[in-house]
């Protein structure tokens, strides 16, 4: 086990019971939400997981937090399979491992104030007893998620802060239990772009300041060029690409990144460009396409595409893709 | 496919509703301490004899269910006995035969007394329900239409009055409005009228029915008044009927074409769930103007503790009220076309 | 910046928030009156041995001559079948009817309270056993249950506390059952387990607060319903009878002859007291309700207000322009409040065939902009000035049945949620066809189903998804048909109102595409709502950037990407992230948009401006011209020039 690697994803599945197509019909479907994952995190390092919705993102993110059983596979904290802990034994882990949600307006508590919202996590852990160091360690998280100063929002309720405040106590909660990994799922989709690039500045100095590691879910790969270290394209519950951010972005080798990174709007007409447009929509996870999932709406398709699942082929010691084009 | 799926399902429910009531009716009879059948078993007076004789007339000579003499859960019986003649099994048996017993006060089978009276309270509660629901729909619609002006806020006002008024008390009201205006104050039909023509029949059984049927109206509207105001409410609110708005629709043909059918849905679930209230309703004013239906047999049979009567008169109302929640589950299912094509 | 940490003082939350509430449900006068009728019927009841003038059990001497004496000045209700003093009855009854009616609502709530909260938390195997016994038990009619049971035992005040308690659950289980998956599925639920906590913990700090509001709703009115059936009860003769409540005189009144001699005193007294009660506590309910689950009882069918026009206007339109906003102003009325501005001063030209964007962050005016023009504004929002042209037309001054000829016919809108702008329960080819039968009444049964056909075909979608509902559809797919309805009836301008913010970049593709080709097929201009600068650059001609409800700068788009003039123009295309010139840090634009009832007295982008000067703060800029077909509202431009 490579100990730089301290969070390491081992072939990761889950499937969803969809019940039966008919009352009494023998066969039972799945919902292949999480089909084969396998990745791996080094110490503050930002992984971005690009893909659109249905490619069982945001099962992966539970599945790391522990908030949903894996189907199969395995999951290594620090050396630790914690694949399946007993609730008492994760408890402790998740200090570590803590999460931003995506919808800043849901993920708060209404009737509670922004003081017991990020002093909710300490209680739970019933760390920092001494009512000061509790204090300290509130202020301390609300300034580092840049609320400040922090005694103006100690007393507020989440209603009466705006979408890009409310994502900051969301995002100070988890740091109060200063934690070693930070899962955000999808933390900016539903704020105005403005608000989005301040909310991922905050990210990436977190990394920076506090040397956490971001795994950072999004369906928007524009959004992930300026922080990510690595980037992983999923697609169907599979990562069909994987590799350094600016392999990825500049030099895609799977057709299905291609055309993501081709239809990322640019702020300037006078660089209008081609755009790769695939057709149709992502297909039910239901009923996952036979051979390469993606052919049926991959624009370079060959026949045998529809017969063989692509292996992953490396193309560099960071870069690799799922293509049977690119099987040589 | 699913439609047919989800009616099974419905359909199983409810007969596995009626299996419950008919066991908890036969347990509840043999739990409680009140029947005079078992009382006078444990009189000390009688003779041996007697007691013996009071049991078998009454079946208590049978065990209660097999592996139990009697509900006492110490006195287990003999798990020998043949399952076919144990107290339980002739109650149901004679359930499904449709025997119900006699009736302690009248000596008649109580499955003649209740057939008469059920058709009686059905005409009632069915009358009192199309008007209610209608004059509730109406006046929900204008609520909810004119929301916020003196229309609104009096349809409110009055519903939220008729909902508190207890049902008899509001039918004892009526009895004295009516004593005053000359109309029938009670029983069905008026004494010889059945030597008359069908039609003046069928007159005369309508103008007995009018206060009942108002009373009944009037303390079910408002309920449906101010169900289909919200509902309409949250319809009215919605997103599509601001696109209906923009396609130039009038205000006349929203309302008929993308209002009214949406808000009615949720409607037809209030009423499906409330019909099991309607019935304490119907009991209250049949009591009041002596409409001869199963309410009135309850009301009769609480005073003269005629067991008999009230056990089979609550088994026929709870699987008539069943029954009637099906239909409804049933009305939902086919309106809603998201429930059909899931 | 200070550095010391201030201890956080331990502050009396409870009590805050108590007289928090109570400020609030001060406010609901229909609240206030239940409390106060029910508050005078608990006084009543409390104090009942000093209002009563006879003690309840004084019949002993009671002569053949004192039953049922009409209300006189020594009993001012009369008396009763027993010559009891009706007037002290009603009092001591009180006390029964409010004791039955809160202790076995108390009953019913703990139940159901535990029931739904079980069911609905832990689900799985429990709720299926516990919802299924709830659903039994909401089925078999109650009241004809608790006669059964009453009978069968004996008729004493705590047997009908127990048979009314244990058989009123039910509803309560329902609806707390209903909150509580509501507010588990919420993702601050999800956020705290992911901390760590335990379901102790989960239940009493998140489910709880949230699920308490509907329980006291609910408790006021199984209060209510206990009540009514303790009367029910007692008037079908299964009363205590050494407890005489309201129900119980009327049982005896009723049974022995009250009829009658005509002594309605002691029909309607008793009767009186109970719908008192009632309606109090439905009253506290309602009131209650309001304030705990509030809800706007607003809807789109509410009369708009008038237009209003002040100041000096130009009232033609110019020559050639499709559609043209000269200075619309948008006020949002709220009652005991200062009207909220939300538009100030807009104009913009749309000619034939022209795609314009309209951006800016949410809550800055676009979408109340894009609703006014068909005046489909909210019943609070008002035009305070302006003319709106369409084809020399004003439409801020027409008739509602002129304007309804002009609604899809020549302008249609497509929405942002195309979920929810389509109704559920009709299919979607029928809505379509509506859109062309209202404007072409004429139209024969074959050429509409064509016309719908062929419609579908132009969005991509297969004429065999026509009789489908909308949850049939995709989220892509919606959006599509809801582009083949704008397109029903040929219009001439199409409203796109952020019509791909909630979809996936790959969809969202597709519908840009889909909207320039049919805009290039069909000539169309649209008008193109959007917070996305890079979607704007895509397909625009022209571009009008608004900011707290005002135009901040209008040009067409090259001009706006590469020769931007106002500064928050120039902040959002620094925050935008751009792929092909790669940088570590996003520049941001610090704050937040101000809220429309209190905007800044000057420019009221100067609070986040990172250009203010002083002037910025006191004085609100104009639009300018800064060149050919380039308006800016700032300052610098002005002190520039």
Same mark, same amino acid.
Request: with cysteine; proline share 5%; hydrophobic share 45%.
């Given at each position: 086990?490579?100990?730089?690697?301290?969070?390491?994803?081992?072939?990761?599945?889950?499937?969803?019971?969809?019940?039966?197509?008919?009352?009494?019909?023998?066969?039972?479907?799945?919902?292949?939400?999480?089909?084969?994952?396998?990745?791996?995190?080094?110490?503050?390092?930002?992984?971005?997981?690009?893909?659109?919705?249905?490619?069982?993102?945001?099962?992966?993110?539970?599945?790391?937090?522990?908030?949903?059983?894996?189907?199969?596979?395995?999951?290594?904290?620090?050396?630790?399979?914690?694949?399946?802990?007993?609730?008492?034994?994760?408890?402790?882990?998740?200090?570590?491992?803590?999460?931003?949600?995506?919808?800043?307006?849901?993920?708060?508590?209404?009737?509670?104030?922004?003081?017991?919202?990020?002093?909710?996590?300490?209680?739970?852990?019933?760390?920092?007893?001494?009512?000061?160091?509790?204090?300290?360690?509130?202020?301390?998280?609300?300034?580092?998620?840049?609320?400040?100063?922090?005694?103006?929002?100690?007393?507020?309720?989440?209603?009466?802060?705006?979408?890009?405040?409310?994502?900051?106590?969301?995002?100070?909660?988890?740091?109060?239990?200063?934690?070693?990994?930070?899962?955000?799922?999808?933390?900016?989709?539903?704020?105005?772009?403005?608000?989005?690039?301040?909310?991922?500045?905050?990210?990436?100095?977190?990394?920076?300041?506090?040397?956490?590691?971001?795994?950072?879910?999004?369906?928007?790969?524009?959004?992930?060029?300026?922080?990510?270290?690595?980037?992983?394209?999923?697609?169907?519950?599979?990562?069909?690409?994987?590799?350094?951010?600016?392999?990825?972005?500049?030099?895609?080798?799977?057709?299905?990144?291609?055309?993501?990174?081709?239809?990322?709007?640019?702020?300037?007409?006078?660089?209008?460009?081609?755009?790769?447009?695939?057709?149709?929509?992502?297909?039910?996870?239901?009923?996952?396409?036979?051979?390469?999932?993606?052919?049926?709406?991959?624009?370079?398709?060959?026949?045998?595409?529809?017969?063989?699942?692509?292996?992953?082929?490396?193309?560099?010691?960071?870069?690799?893709?799922?293509?049977?084009?690119?099987?040589? | #496919?699913? @439609?047919? $799926?989800?009616? *099974?399902? +419905?359909?199983?429910?409810?007969? !596995?509703?009626? &299996?419950?009531? =008919?066991? %908890?009716?036969?347990?509840?009879?043999?739990?409680?301490?009140?029947?005079?059948?078992?009382?006078?078993?444990?009189?000390?007076?009688?003779?041996?004899?007697?007691?013996? #004789?009071? @049991?078998? $007339?009454?079946? *208590?000579? +049978?065990?209660?269910?097999?592996? !139990?003499?009697? &509900?006492?859960? =110490?006195? %287990?019986?003999?798990?020998?006995?043949?399952?076919?003649?144990?107290?339980?099994?002739?109650?149901?048996?004679?359930?499904?035969?449709?025997?119900?017993?006699?009736?302690?006060?009248?000596?008649?089978?109580?499955?003649?007394?209740?057939?008469?009276?059920?058709?009686?309270?059905? &005409?009632?509660?069915?009358?009192?329900?199309?008007?209610?629901?209608?004059?509730?729909?109406?006046?929900?619609?204008?609520?909810?239409?004119?929301?916020?002006?003196?229309?609104?806020?009096?349809?409110?006002?009055?519903?939220?009055?008729?909902?508190?008024?207890?049902?008899?008390?509001?039918?004892?009201?009526? &009895?004295?409005?009516?004593?005053?205006?000359?109309?029938?104050?009670?029983?069905?039909?008026?004494?010889?009228?059945?030597?008359?023509?069908?039609?003046?029949?069928?007159?005369?059984?309508?103008?007995?029915?009018?206060?009942?049927?108002?009373?009944?109206?009037?303390?079910?509207?408002?309920?449906?008044?101010?169900?289909?105001?919200?509902?309409?409410?949250?319809?009215?609110?919605?997103?599509?009927?601001?696109?209906?708005?923009?396609?130039?629709?009038?205000?006349?043909?929203?309302?008929?074409?993308?209002?009214?059918?949406?808000?009615?849905?949720?409607?037809?679930?209030?009423?499906?769930?409330?019909?099991?209230?309607?019935?304490?309703?119907?009991?209250?004013?049949?009591?009041?103007?002596?409409?001869?239906?199963?309410?009135?047999?309850?009301?009769?049979?609480?005073?003269?503790?005629?067991?008999?009567?009230?056990?089979?008169?609550?088994?026929?109302?709870?699987?008539?009220?069943?029954?009637?929640?099906?239909?409804?589950?049933?009305?939902?299912?086919?309106?809603?076309?998201?429930?059909?094509?899931? | 910046?200070?550095?010391?940490?201030?201890?956080?003082?331990?502050?009396?939350?409870?009590?805050?928030?108590?007289?928090?509430?109570?400020?609030?449900?001060?406010?609901?006068?229909?609240?206030?009156?239940?409390?106060?009728?029910?508050?005078?019927?608990?006084?009543?009841?409390?104090?009942?041995?000093?209002?009563?003038?006879?003690?309840?059990?004084?019949?002993?001497?009671?002569?053949?001559?004192?039953?049922?004496?009409?209300?006189?000045?020594?009993?001012?209700?009369?008396?009763?079948?027993?010559?009891?003093?009706?007037?002290?009855?009603?009092?001591?009854?009180?006390?029964?009817?409010?004791?039955?009616?809160?202790?076995?609502?108390?009953?019913?709530?703990?139940?159901?309270?535990?029931?739904?909260?079980?069911?609905?938390?832990?689900?799985?195997?429990?709720?299926?056993?516990?919802?299924?016994?709830?659903?039994?038990?909401?089925?078999?009619?109650?009241?004809?249950?608790?006669?059964?049971?009453?009978?069968?035992?004996?008729?004493?005040?705590?047997?009908?506390?127990?048979?009314?308690?244990?058989?009123?659950?039910?509803?309560?289980?329902?609806?707390?059952?209903?909150?509580?998956?509501?507010?588990?599925?919420?993702?601050?639920?999800?956020?705290?387990?992911?901390?760590?906590?335990?379901?102790?913990?989960?239940?009493?700090?998140?489910?709880?607060?949230?699920?308490?509001?509907?329980?006291?709703?609910?408790?006021?009115?199984?209060?209510?319903?206990?009540?009514?059936?303790?009367?029910?009860?007692?008037?079908?003769?299964?009363?205590?009878?050494?407890?005489?409540?309201?129900?119980?005189?009327?049982?005896?009144?009723?049974?022995?002859?009250?009829?009658?001699?005509?002594?309605?005193?002691?029909?309607?007294?008793?009767?009186?007291?109970?719908?008192?009660?009632?309606?109090?506590?439905?009253?506290?309910?309602?009131?209650?309700?309001?304030?705990?689950?509030?809800?706007?009882?607003?809807?789109?069918?509410?009369?708009?207000?008038?237009?209003?026009?002040?100041?000096?206007?130009?009232?033609?339109?110019?020559?050639?322009?499709?559609?043209?906003?000269?200075?619309?102003?948008?006020?949002?009325?709220?009652?005991?409040?200062?009207?909220?501005?939300?538009?100030?001063?807009?104009?913009?030209?749309?000619?034939?065939?022209?795609?314009?964007?309209?951006?800016?962050?949410?809550?800055?005016?676009?979408?109340?902009?894009?609703?006014?023009?068909?005046?489909?504004?909210?019943?609070?929002?008002?035009?305070?000035?302006?003319?709106?042209?369409?084809?020399?037309?004003?439409?801020?001054?027409?008739?509602?049945?002129?304007?309804?000829?002009?609604?899809?016919?020549?302008?249609?809108?497509?929405?942002?949620?195309?979920?929810?702008?389509?109704?559920?329960?009709?299919?979607?080819?029928?809505?379509?066809?509506?859109?062309?039968?209202?404007?072409?009444?004429?139209?024969?049964?074959?050429?509409?189903?064509?016309?719908?056909?062929?419609?579908?075909?132009?969005?991509?979608?297969?004429?065999?998804?026509?009789?489908?509902?909308?949850?049939?559809?995709?989220?892509?797919?919606?959006?599509?048909?809801?582009?083949?309805?704008?397109?029903?009836?040929?219009?001439?301008?199409?409203?796109?109102?952020?019509?791909?913010?909630?979809?996936?970049?790959?969809?969202?593709?597709?519908?840009?595409?889909?909207?320039?080709?049919?805009?290039?097929?069909?000539?169309?201009?649209?008008?193109?709502?959007?917070?996305?600068?890079?979607?704007?650059?895509?397909?625009?001609?022209?571009?009008?950037?608004?900011?707290?409800?005002?135009?901040?700068?209008?040009?067409?788009?090259?001009?706006?990407?590469?020769?931007?003039?106002?500064?928050?123009?120039?902040?959002?295309?620094?925050?935008?992230?751009?792929?092909?010139?790669?940088?570590?840090?996003?520049?941001?634009?610090?704050?937040?948009?101000?809220?429309?009832?209190?905007?800044?007295?000057?420019?009221?982008?100067?609070?986040?401006?990172?250009?203010?000067?002083?002037?910025?703060?006191?004085?609100?800029?104009?639009?300018?011209?800064?060149?050919?077909?380039?308006?800016?509202?700032?300052?610098?431009?002005?002190?520039?020039?």
């Amino acid at each position: 086990m490579n100990t730089e690697h301290f969070l390491e994803v081992r072939g990761l599945k889950k499937y969803f019971d969809a019940g039966r197509p008919r009352l009494f019909s023998r066969e039972a479907r799945f919902v292949h939400a999480v089909d084969d994952v396998s990745f791996s995190l080094r110490h503050s390092e930002v992984i971005a997981l690009v893909g659109e919705s249905g490619c069982g993102k945001s099962t992966l993110s539970l599945l790391l937090m522990g908030l949903e059983e894996p189907t199969e596979g395995s999951i290594f904290f620090e050396g630790r399979d914690i694949t399946h802990l007993k609730e008492s034994e994760r408890k402790e882990l998740r200090r570590k491992i803590q999460m931003v949600f995506q919808d800043p307006y849901e993920s708060l508590n209404p009737t509670q104030t922004i003081e017991e919202i990020i002093n909710e996590p300490l209680l739970v852990h019933g760390i920092a007893k001494d009512k000061r160091e509790r204090d300290e360690r509130v202020m301390k998280a609300m300034e580092d998620a840049g609320l400040k100063p922090a005694e103006v929002y100690l007393s507020r309720f989440p209603h009466e802060l705006s979408g890009g405040q409310r994502q900051r106590v969301v995002i100070a909660a988890a740091l109060v239990l200063e934690p070693e990994i930070l899962l955000a799922d999808e933390p900016v989709s539903m704020l105005d772009v403005s608000i989005r690039a301040e909310i991922i500045n905050l990210l990436a100095e977190l990394r920076i300041t506090r040397q956490i590691a971001v795994i950072f879910i999004t369906h928007d790969l524009g959004s992930v060029g300026f922080f990510a270290d690595r980037v992983a394209v999923m697609y169907l519950g599979r990562i069909v690409e994987i590799g350094t951010m600016l392999e990825v972005l500049e030099k895609p080798k799977h057709p299905y990144t291609k055309a993501l990174i081709s239809v990322i709007p640019v702020p300037n007409p006078r660089l209008r460009h081609e755009r790769i447009i695939l057709q149709g929509e992502t297909p039910n996870p239901i009923d996952v396409p036979k051979g390469c999932r993606f052919h049926p709406r991959c624009p370079v398709a060959i026949a045998i595409c529809k017969d063989s699942d692509p292996p992953s082929v490396t193309l560099s010691k960071t870069h690799s893709a799922a293509c049977l084009l690119l099987v040589k | #496919m699913n @439609r047919t $799926r989800t009616l *099974l399902k +419905k359909l199983a429910w409810s007969i !596995f509703t009626i &299996l419950f009531v =008919i066991v %908890l009716n036969f347990f509840l009879f043999r739990v409680l301490p009140g029947d005079p059948a078992r009382a006078g078993v444990r009189d000390p007076r009688l003779k041996k004899e007697a007691v013996e #004789m009071l @049991r078998v $007339r009454f079946g *208590l000579d +049978k065990p209660v269910i097999n592996c !139990f003499e009697s &509900l006492n859960p =110490i006195k %287990l019986g003999s798990c020998t006995v043949n399952p076919l003649d144990t107290q339980f099994f002739i109650y149901v048996r004679n359930l499904l035969q449709g025997e119900l017993g006699i009736s302690y006060h009248t000596n008649r089978p109580v499955a003649d007394i209740l057939a008469e009276r059920l058709w009686n309270t059905v &005409l009632l509660i069915g009358a009192g329900q199309i008007l209610s629901i209608m004059i509730g729909v109406v006046f929900g619609v204008f609520a909810a239409w004119k929301a916020r002006t003196a229309i609104d806020y009096s349809a409110v006002i009055t519903s939220l009055m008729a909902w508190s008024l207890p049902t008899f008390w509001l039918a004892i009201l009526l &009895l004295f409005w009516g004593s005053n205006n000359g109309l029938p104050l009670a029983g069905k039909a008026t004494p010889g009228s059945s030597a008359l023509p069908l039609l003046q029949q069928w007159a005369d059984i309508g103008i007995h029915m009018i206060l009942p049927t108002l009373t009944y109206t009037i303390i079910y509207m408002g309920e449906y008044t101010l169900i289909m105001r919200s509902s309409l409410m949250d319809v009215l609110s919605e997103d599509y009927i601001l696109t209906a708005k923009a396609k130039g629709l009038s205000t006349f043909q929203i309302l008929k074409d993308h209002a009214l059918k949406n808000a009615m849905l949720p409607l037809v679930t209030v009423i499906a769930i409330n019909l099991g209230f309607t019935v304490a309703g119907a009991i209250q004013i049949e009591a009041v103007f002596s409409w001869p239906g199963l309410g009135l047999a309850i009301f009769e049979a609480v005073g003269r503790r005629d067991f008999p009567v009230l056990q089979g008169a609550f088994v026929l109302i709870a699987i008539a009220v069943i029954f009637a929640n099906f239909l409804a589950d049933l009305t939902y299912n086919y309106l809603d076309p998201r429930v059909q094509t899931e | 910046m200070e550095t010391t940490i201030k201890v956080i003082e331990p502050k009396n939350q409870w009590a805050d928030r108590l007289l928090n509430f109570w400020r609030v449900f001060s406010k609901s006068r229909i609240g206030i009156v239940g409390l106060v009728m029910l508050m005078v019927i608990v006084l009543m009841a409390i104090f009942a041995p000093a209002i009563a003038p006879y003690d309840s059990s004084s019949s002993a001497s009671v002569e053949i001559d004192d039953i049922y004496n009409p209300p006189n000045s020594v009993h001012w209700f009369g008396t009763d079948d027993a010559g009891q003093d009706v007037f002290s009855n009603f009092v001591f009854g009180a006390r029964v009817s409010l004791t039955v009616g809160f202790f076995a609502a108390f009953i019913s709530i703990i139940i159901g309270g535990v029931t739904g909260l079980v069911a609905g938390y832990f689900g799985g195997r429990w709720e299926n056993v516990l919802m299924r016994i709830t659903d039994i038990m909401l089925v078999i009619p109650d009241l004809p249950l608790m006669v059964v049971i009453v009978a069968l035992t004996q008729p004493s005040l705590l047997n009908i506390i127990f048979v009314i308690g244990l058989l009123g659950w039910t509803t309560t289980a329902r609806v707390v059952r209903s909150q509580t998956l509501a507010v588990k599925s919420r993702k601050f639920v999800l956020r705290a387990r992911a901390v760590g906590a335990g379901n102790g913990h989960i239940i009493s700090r998140h489910i709880l607060p949230l699920v308490m509001p509907i329980l006291v709703v609910q408790g006021v009115l199984v209060v209510s319903l206990a009540i009514l059936n303790e009367s029910a009860l007692s008037f079908l003769g299964l009363g205590d009878p050494t407890a005489l409540s309201w129900g119980q005189m009327l049982n005896y009144a009723f049974g022995r002859g009250a009829m009658s001699i005509g002594a309605w005193w002691a029909l309607l007294f008793p009767g009186f007291g109970i719908v008192w009660v009632v309606l109090g506590l439905t009253l506290l309910g309602q009131g209650l309700e309001q304030v705990l689950n509030p809800r706007l009882d607003t809807h789109h069918l509410l009369p708009g207000r008038p237009a209003i026009q002040r100041g000096h206007v130009e009232s033609r339109q110019a020559k050639g322009a499709l559609l043209e906003v000269q200075n619309l102003s948008i006020n949002y009325i709220n009652e005991g409040k200062p009207a909220a501005r939300a538009v100030e001063d807009v104009s913009f030209t749309l000619n034939k065939g022209e795609l314009i964007g309209l951006v800016g962050e949410s809550g800055c005016g676009k979408t109340t902009l894009m609703l006014s023009l068909l005046r489909l504004l909210p019943s609070a929002g008002q035009i305070v000035n302006g003319r709106v042209f369409f084809n020399g037309q004003d439409l801020t001054a027409i008739s509602d049945e002129e304007l309804n000829l002009v609604r899809w016919k020549e302008i249609s809108i497509v929405f942002q949620g195309a979920m929810n702008a389509l109704n559920p329960v009709r299919t979607v080819g029928d809505q379509i066809a509506e859109a062309i039968i209202k404007h072409m009444p004429a139209i024969d049964h074959d050429k509409l189903q064509v016309r719908v056909i062929e419609l579908l075909d132009l969005v991509g979608i297969a004429a065999d998804h026509k009789e489908q509902y909308p949850h049939q559809y995709s989220g892509g797919m919606r959006q599509r048909a809801m582009i083949a309805m704008a397109l029903a009836c040929d219009p001439q301008v199409i409203i796109a109102d952020e019509p791909t913010t909630a979809l996936d970049v790959m969809i969202q593709a597709q519908i840009l595409e889909l909207l320039d080709s049919l805009r290039r097929k069909l000539g169309l201009a649209i008008i193109f709502v959007t917070h996305d600068l890079g979607v704007v650059a895509e397909i625009c001609d022209r571009v009008l950037v608004m900011y707290g409800g005002v135009t901040a700068e209008y040009a067409d788009v090259d001009t706006i990407y590469n020769e931007a003039r106002h500064p928050y123009t120039q902040e959002l295309l620094k925050a935008f992230p751009d792929l092909t010139k790669p940088k570590k840090k996003l520049s941001s634009i610090p704050g937040y948009p101000p809220r429309l009832e209190a905007l800044p007295a000057g420019c009221r982008f100067a609070p986040r401006c990172p250009a203010a000067f002083d002037r910025c703060h006191t004085e609100q800029p104009s639009l300018s011209e800064i060149g050919e077909m380039h308006f800016a509202s700032c300052h610098l431009i002005e002190a520039s020039k």
